[in-house]
């Protein structure tokens, strides 16, 4: 049977897609990860900024690392300027 | 210091760069780089500008550009030579060629080149591979291989870091580019803004370009702030170390400065047989024999005159530069003759005249160049040419429209279109265009916007968050906040590239050598891509060839009087003393004449009046902010009166040696040749000196320059026995002058001008009115305070009527017919093919044979023009039931069957008296019968007085006045104050609103047609004026006396003049 779209099961069970999850990250001096929850940071292979939606009361200022962990395991990071506070997100 | 940057964008990259070239120079400065390239996309439109502010700024400026290939892709191109330089011109030209496509000018294409032409055009040029988006590098290696061949040891592949994802893959797959290739590499930034905190405003410049908010436009952007000039040891730490390195290996190459002399030669006739000053001296003999034939005294003075000038132009080498000028006036003769076509009453005319400081010019005159003889008016040569100038002398040549037209392309025809075009002009973000570009980016409601743009003063778009503040509702939150700074930011950049209104610059080089030229938006016309202050700069001669439309007007009336009355008139004969023409003048009834006839000239007027054309001089130059600042006109007055009081009145003068150099004047400064004539008989100045004061007041921000000129004059007084006291009273009284004023040559020949146009006037009112209405826009009144004026003085004024109006406006039994031309909607070529097909027999005739689309149909009907053949809302009715023709195939026509509706056409109510006026003005901005106030009147209090009341009503007396807003002035001269004039049924009469008062009404003074002042009447003399204190809205009092009609939008809008 298909719940009905309004019902509290599906409410429940809605989420967003890829959404960013808070992660303990220590940084080197010129803020580079340099561990990611606990594993260390095997390979930085690229890093990006976005500066956007500055006209909003969402302003967007982050810090992109996209690292291979010393476990060779991918990941995506960021440090959110405004919040001062870093996040995974799948690449 | 070992990085340079060479690739940055000003924003002369149109909405793609949001910093003015000298902010990169200074920046550049400040962050310690010594050199700094600048490339922005297709056009070196602000290279010059950054050359000389890098210079300035102790940085060597690199010229260079990004070019756009054939698909879209991009290449920086920097300049290692002037043969570099000159390929990059001819590259650039090239990709602007196709832009404009013939028959859609209006429609700009973007610019692109080809591989074949960069191949073609690679010497002396080094090539980067491209932006990290839309580089060649990345887009087509392909072609980059072939521009690497082609450009062999001067080919780069161009690495960039904009902190984008995908900056590694992207930067390794060009470094394997390179290898490939066998060229080294090379790092840029692609800076956008000079400084961080410009980096929101070239968001929202990619938002404004891609016509979307900065919502719609997240792949167009950068995504971040990392496009700015950065310091160059972060960008070595930032960017692949080996192609940093190499950025000072480039910048060492490109040795080109284009500051130095580009190569630049006008045609000098040395070309010829005889030298120039052989040329110019035989043609000046035998104009000297032709024009001073009959001349009684002069004729001596005249000789003499021309032996001097003769010599002077000789020794400074102009001999060319006047026959050049020449054999362009003579290409004007030629245009004339066909615009005006053979045997036509306006033969008599020349084809153009001088204006300016070269009126003062014999050989000017003997030449054709100017229609004043200088020698009798008095004119001085001084300030056109003197044996210190260094400088090119500016000639100004004035012609009606259609001559002009036809003589811009004759002259690039002649010369060649490689050699010859128009200079450019950039339109810079005022107020009302930053405020609809950064509100529509940031997505803000559009009516928000449109209320603040009509309430906002116009110029200065700096002050628009200060604006903002008095417009009533909530603007807070990011995005108006976003709104303030942007606005203030975006202030005075450039927006797009546009036409000088006639200035022209020919090479006997090829131009496109020394400028990229590319075509403008009207057909047949090209532009360089500097405007007139980087040609000043580059030495180029500019030839302005101007458009007046009083020029215009006269030789339309002259026509007209000889096709209808047979009288040949030949204005250089009238007898300038006529005491008719002089009594009107003096009474201020000069609407509709050449320069007096604002409403500032018409209060001078009163004062001074004039009685003869030395006068007429005068006055034409003395309602200029340079005599206004120059506090010289109440003295001026002052003196006048005296004068005539007491002919025998000597003018006061702050020391005897002033008082030969300002006696036509009064003991004041009101002409720009006073300025020199003053530093040289009480300073000693040199010629030379005294001009370059003139020059420092003429610049703008001019006071650092002005002051410099101070210690010398005053220097200079001392020794000629003048106490430093007077000599800083003497130079305060030219720096008043510093604002805008005319040279006495200017001013005599526009004197002349105004005197033959109010000569028009008085003697041919209804063939002048004509002949105004024709060539408008132009002057200070709309069209409908012109008719109305005329009215006044008895000129009978029919409606547009759609079996007797031609196009334009027509002379019929003495009356003046308007043209078909002025309904709304209908254009130029509708109303000429309109009047082609007269007679109509009814409306359902015109439907079915005109080829003018259904809306100015409609217009034209409802504009009042089809009235003969029954009630205007019978006849809408009946136009949108008739079948129209189609047209089919190449223009031809398919008739429609003449078909009758099925249907009756119902009973419809006949328009009130208001709603005929109203469509009057809506469709043709003319109403010649009912004035709006005459229908209002019935409806105001009764003390409300008119027009005609205000020269009886004594002085001090609190009034209210109501009238339709003709006029409305902010003076920058004036603090603040708006001058308004408003019209009713008998006349106008002259508002003062003082700045309390405007900033209370501002909403009514700059929106509300319809309006009634309170205040008080202040009678200076013979002028009146109301000093207003309260302003009130008549708009709903006439929507409901016009039983709901739309009254404000129907009624035409008042003329704005000055800072808005």
């Given amino acids: 049977m298909v719940a009905h779209p309004g019902s509290a099961r599906i409410t429940r069970t809605a989420r967003r897609l890829n959404a960013p999850r808070p992660a303990l990250v220590e940084a080197h001096a010129d803020g580079t990860p340099r561990c990611v929850n606990r594993q260390g940071v095997g390979v930085v292979r690229e890093e990006w900024r976005v500066v956007d939606r500055w006209w909003t009361d969402e302003p967007v200022h982050r810090r992109y690392f996209d690292l291979v962990l010393e476990t060779g395991e991918n990941t995506v990071v960021y440090h959110d300027d405004d919040a001062c506070t870093w996040f995974t997100q799948r690449a | ?1060």
């Fill in chain 2, 1 to 1060: 210091m070992t990085y340079v940057e060479l690739h940055s964008h000003s924003a002369y990259s149109f909405l793609d760069g949001a910093s003015l070239p000298e902010e990169l120079a200074a920046r550049a400065a400040e962050l310690g780089y010594d050199a700094l390239a600048l490339t922005d996309h297709d056009g070196v439109y602000g290279s010059l500008e950054f050359a000389h502010a890098a210079k300035h700024f102790g940085v060597r400026a690199i010229t260079g550009a990004e070019v756009t290939l054939a698909g879209g892709s991009h290449l920086t191109l920097l300049c290692e030579s002037q043969q570099g330089y000159a390929n990059l011109c001819r590259i650039l030209t090239d990709a602007h060629a196709g832009t404009r496509v013939p028959g859609k000018e209006r429609d700009l294409l973007p610019a692109e080149t080809t591989l074949d032409v960069l191949e073609a055009h690679a010497d002396g040029l080094v090539a980067l591979s491209g932006c990290a988006r839309h580089g060649l590098g990345t887009v087509d290696p392909n072609g980059t291989a072939r521009l690497a061949r082609a450009f062999a040891g001067a080919f780069y592949v161009e690495l960039q870091r904009p902190y984008e994802r995908g900056d590694a893959r992207r930067n390794a797959q060009l470094i394997d580019l390179a290898e490939l290739l066998r060229v080294p590499t090379v790092a840029t930034g692609d800076v956008h803004a000079h400084h961080l905190r410009r980096a929101r405003l070239q968001d929202a410049l990619v938002a404004i370009k891609s016509r979307t908010s900065l919502d719609g436009c997240e792949r167009e952007r950068r995504g971040n702030h990392e496009s700015v000039l950065l310091p160059p040891d972060e960008m070595l730490e930032r960017l692949p170390r080996d192609a940093a390195l190499r950025t000072r290996e480039v910048a060492e190459r490109c040795t080109f400065d284009l500051t130095q002399e580009l190569g630049y030669r006008y045609p000098d006739f040395s070309d010829r047989v005889e030298s120039a000053d052989v040329q110019l001296h035989e043609l000046c003999a035998v104009r000297f024999a032709e024009r001073y034939a009959n001349a009684n005294g002069h004729k001596r003075r005249a000789r003499a005159r021309l032996d001097d000038e003769l010599q002077l132009i000789g020794k400074l080498g102009l001999s060319g530069f006047f026959l050049l000028h020449w054999e362009v006036l003579e290409l004007a003769r030629e245009c004339a003759l066909e615009v005006r076509g053979p045997g036509s009453p306006r033969h008599a005319l020349p084809p153009g005249r001088g204006r300016g400081s070269s009126v003062g010019s014999i050989v000017c005159y003997l030449t054709g160049l100017s229609h004043v003889d200088p020698v009798a008016a008095g004119l001085s040569l001084g300030r056109f040419i003197n044996e210190e100038m260094v400088a090119v002398p500016d000639i100004d040549l004035d012609f009606p429209r259609d001559i002009r037209e036809k003589l811009i392309v004759r002259v690039t025809e002649r010369y060649g279109r490689e050699h010859a075009a128009l200079v450019a002009s950039f339109a810079t973000y005022r107020s009302r265009g930053a405020i609809r570009d950064v509100g529509k980016a940031l997505g803000l409601p559009f009516a928000e916007l449109e209320r603040l743009a009509r309430v906002t003063d116009g110029w200065d778009a700096t002050r628009v968050g200060e604006e903002l503040d008095g417009v009533p509702g909530t603007h807070s939150g990011p995005r108006w906040e976003a709104f303030r700074t942007l606005t203030k930011e975006i202030s005075g950049l450039p927006r797009h590239i546009s036409q000088h209104p006639g200035g022209m610059v020919i090479s006997t080089r090829p131009l496109i050598d020394l400028v990229p030229v590319q075509p403008a938006a009207m057909a047949g016309r090209q532009i360089c891509q500097w405007d007139k202050d980087s040609c000043g700069d580059a030495g180029f001669l500019k030839i302005d060839l101007l458009g007046l439309g009083m020029l215009s007007a006269v030789e339309d009336a002259i026509d007209r009087i000889a096709r209808l009355r047979g009288e040949t008139i030949d204005l250089s004969r009238i007898p300038l003393d006529d005491a008719k023409v002089f009594a009107e003048i003096q009474a201020a009834d000069t609407v509709g004449v050449f320069q007096i006839e604002s409403r500032a000239q018409m209060q001078s007027l009163l004062q001074t009046r004039p009685e003869n054309l030395e006068d007429l001089t005068v006055q034409v130059a003395l309602v200029r902010p340079g005599p206004i600042q120059g506090k010289a006109v109440h003295p001026y007055v002052k003196h006048r009166h005296a004068k005539r009081a007491d002919p025998s009145f000597e003018p006061p003068v702050e020391h005897e040696c002033l008082r030969e150099p300002l006696r036509d004047t009064l003991g004041v400064v009101v002409f720009q040749d006073q300025v020199l004539d003053v530093a040289m008989a009480a300073a000693k100045f040199t010629i030379g000196e005294a001009e370059g004061l003139r020059r420092a007041m003429s610049r703008k921000r001019s006071e650092e320059a002005i002051e410099a000129f101070r210690p010398r004059f005053v220097e200079g007084c001392l020794g000629n026995g003048i106490d430093e006291h007077t000599a800083h009273a003497i130079y305060d009284k030219l720096v008043g002058f510093a604002g805008f004023g005319f040279p006495k040559s200017h001013a005599a020949a526009f004197g002349l001008l105004a005197y033959q146009s109010a000569w028009l006037r008085r003697y041919y009112p209804a063939e002048f009115l004509c002949a105004l209405l024709n060539a408008q826009p132009m002057g200070f009144y709309p069209p409908s305070s012109l008719v109305r004026d005329a009215q006044r003085r008895e000129v009978k004024v029919l409606p547009p009527q759609i079996n007797r109006s031609e196009a334009e406006c027509t002379i019929e039994d003495g009356a003046v017919r308007i043209g078909l031309g002025y309904v709304a909607s209908v254009g130029e070529q509708d109303a000429r093919e309109l009047a082609a097909g007269r007679p109509y027999v009814d409306v359902s005739d015109l439907a079915r044979r005109a080829s003018a689309k259904q809306g100015a149909l409609e217009a034209i009907v409802a504009a009042g023009a089809c009235d003969e053949w029954g009630a205007r809302r019978q006849l809408l009715w009946r136009l949108g039931v008739t079948a129209r023709g189609e047209t089919v195939g190449s223009g031809n026509r398919q008739l429609a069957l003449p078909l009758e509706p099925t249907a009756e056409i119902p009973e419809l109510p006949a328009q009130t008296p208001w709603e005929e006026m109203l469509a009057d003005y809506k469709h043709t901005s003319i109403s010649v019968g009912v004035h709006p106030l005459e229908l209002l009147r019935p409806h105001l209090p009764a003390a409300v007085a008119t027009s005609a009341d205000l020269p009886e009503t004594p002085n001090g007396t609190l009034i209210q006045i109501a009238g339709m807003a003709i006029a409305r002035q902010r003076p920058a001269t004036a603090n603040g104050i708006v001058f308004m004039l408003l019209e009713d049924e008998h006349g106008q009469s002259n508002l003062i609103i003082p700045p309390p008062v405007y900033d209370r009404y501002r909403a009514i003074v700059r929106g509300e047609p319809l309006l009634l002042a309170r205040g008080k009447l202040e009678r200076h003399d013979r002028n009146v004026n109301l000093l207003v204190s309260e302003l009130v809205s008549l708009g709903p009092l006439a929507r409901k006396a016009a039983s709901e009609a739309e009254v404000t939008r129907a009624l035409p809008r008042a003329h704005h003049f000055g800072h808005r």
